[in-house]
């Protein structure tokens, strides 16, 4: 289980594609803390670390998890927001998250607020997820407040340093991200859908 407070961000080094999946090399200040079978989020995907050697360690993207997160659009030398799964003894600062992406989305504008970013996104609601007002929503491994919350879209706000210590710094109109909704909301949903 995640937070969503990113730790910090690591560079992909290299990709090796073996079959229909795709082992990612990154170069993270975290690399000597981690250990082989341990989980890490990376840009809100919960992968398992198969590799370690000097500062970069290896993650493995299946085919699924490649057709439904971001990750397969990445390439060597864009950066990535990580964070380590949070320990039994921790605060839990964001909301929590599973690292397991529901669909992407798309950034549709950034706007300079002189002292915080104001983000529009759009998702295709087919798919059936939801955000709320005031609610938490994961955008690419970030924990976030949702405002105008609309049936396909919603914005949130970004703090400078947030986007001094993500990969929000970097996003611009038009680029995908991954998006895992309120695990509380899609559980309320499903149990009323029941009720139908």
């Avoid at 997160?69 to 964070?83: F, K, P, Q, R, S």
């Avoid at 491994?141 to 710094?169: A, C, K, N, W």
């Amino acid at each position: 289980m995640f937070t969503g407070i990113v730790e910090t961000t690591g560079r992909v080094t290299a990709i090796d594609a073996e079959g229909t999946n795709l082992t990612f090399h990154i170069d993270s200040p975290l690399t000597n803390e981690l250990k082989i079978d341990q989980s890490v989020s990376h840009n809100g995907v919960c992968l398992t670390v198969v590799g370690l050697s000097g500062d970069t360690y290896s993650v493995t993207a299946v085919d699924e998890t490649l057709k439904k997160t971001n990750l397969g659009h990445l390439a060597v030398g864009d950066m990535v927001n990580l964070e380590r799964c949070m320990p039994a003894n921790g605060r839990f600062d964001g909301h929590i998250v599973q690292g397991h992406v529901d669909q992407t989305g798309t950034c549709v504008s950034v706007q300079d607020l002189n002292g915080s970013w104001l983000y529009d996104f759009q998702y295709d609601p087919a798919v059936g997820n939801i955000t709320v007002e005031k609610g938490s929503i994961c955008i690419n491994g970030v924990s976030l407040t949702v405002f105008d919350s609309h049936d396909d879209g919603f914005r949130v706000t970004i703090i400078p340093y947030t986007y001094e210590h993500t990969t929000f710094r970097n996003l611009q109109p038009g680029d995908v991200v991954n998006l895992e909704f309120d695990v509380v909301g899609k559980y309320i949903k499903k149990m009323l859908a029941t009720y139908r």
